[in-house]
């Protein structure tokens, strides 16, 4: 009987802890789709209550995230013809990140951030993306994620243009306080986009177009649910890319 109680305990004790975890993770889901940031302009503090670029330029939503100087914002030349990303199919247009010459490619979150980190990526070149429970790299390693070469996979194509046309999502559980990524491997050879903080599972706007009614009560509806404003990111999405096309035939 003494056996049968603790289990039972344990059991209760598991269940609290997971239904805290969800909800922590939920309310913690943060995804940057670098959606409003310049072509080849620094990140910077677009993320962090601050501004884009070298000078005053343009903001994004505060969630406390800053880029070291040299991760820069990239818009698929398909939108204009000034602008430089090679690229198609990315998972929110028209813009990605890039990390080109500089320092050290660091993601910080002061605060912190907990549960998961994921993201889309196409690359032509082998990386390796390192979480780290201390700012810039430094404190315990917490997760490692590493991308392979997928650039044309699936003889995929470009929307009308570019040549980096196909994406895979990665991500990691991890324990503890996650307060800075680095991103390594080639520069200019890896774009990333929609970036998510606090799942291991990226935002994925095409599963939750069609999906997000029908799953909305499945045990998976962390990784897939959307807020309002990231809903709102996937419909100018899906607008920008019929864009494109009637841009491309004028
Ligand atoms: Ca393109
Ligand atoms: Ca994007």
């Not at 056996?3 to 059991?11: A, Q, R, V």
């Not at 994921?118 to 991308?147: M, P, Q």
């Not at 996937?234 to 864009?243: A, F, I, L, P, V």
Request: glycine content about 12%; proline content about 2%; hydrophobic content about 35%.
């Amino acid at each position: 009987m003494g056996i049968f109680s603790l289990s039972k305990k344990s059991l209760l004790g598991l269940i609290l802890v997971a239904a805290l975890s969800s909800g922590n993770s939920y309310a913690a889901k943060i995804v940057l789709s670098f959606e409003g940031i310049g072509d080849l302009t620094p990140i910077n503090d677009f993320y962090n209550g601050g501004a884009d670029g070298v000078r005053v330029g343009n903001s994004g939503i505060d969630y406390g995230v800053q880029f070291s100087n040299d991760a820069d914002g990239i818009i698929d030349e398909d939108v204009s013809l000034n602008f430089s990303g090679l690229f198609a199919n990315e998972p929110s247009a028209s813009t990605a990140l890039i990390f080109r010459e500089g320092g050290v490619a660091t993601m910080n979150v002061e605060a912190g951030f907990e549960s998961g980190f994921s993201f889309f990526y196409s690359s032509s070149a082998d990386a390796v993306v390192n979480i780290y429970d201390g700012l810039d790299g430094t404190g315990n390693l917490l997760a490692s994620l590493n991308l392979a070469v997928n650039f044309k996979n699936n003889n995929c194509q470009g929307d009308p243009g570019g040549g980096y046309c196909h994406w895979d999502s990665i991500g990691v559980k991890f324990y503890g306080k996650a307060r800075s990524v680095v991103f390594e491997g080639p520069r200019e050879f890896t774009f990333y986009d929609d970036i998510t903080l606090g799942s291991p599972a990226p935002n994925d706007c095409k599963k939750d177009f069609r999906g997000h009614r029908r799953d909305r009560h499945s045990s998976d509806n962390d990784d897939i649910s959307m807020d309002d404003e990231i809903r709102s990111e996937c419909k100018d999405s899906r607008r920008q890319r019929r864009n494109r096309y009637s841009f491309r035939q004028n």
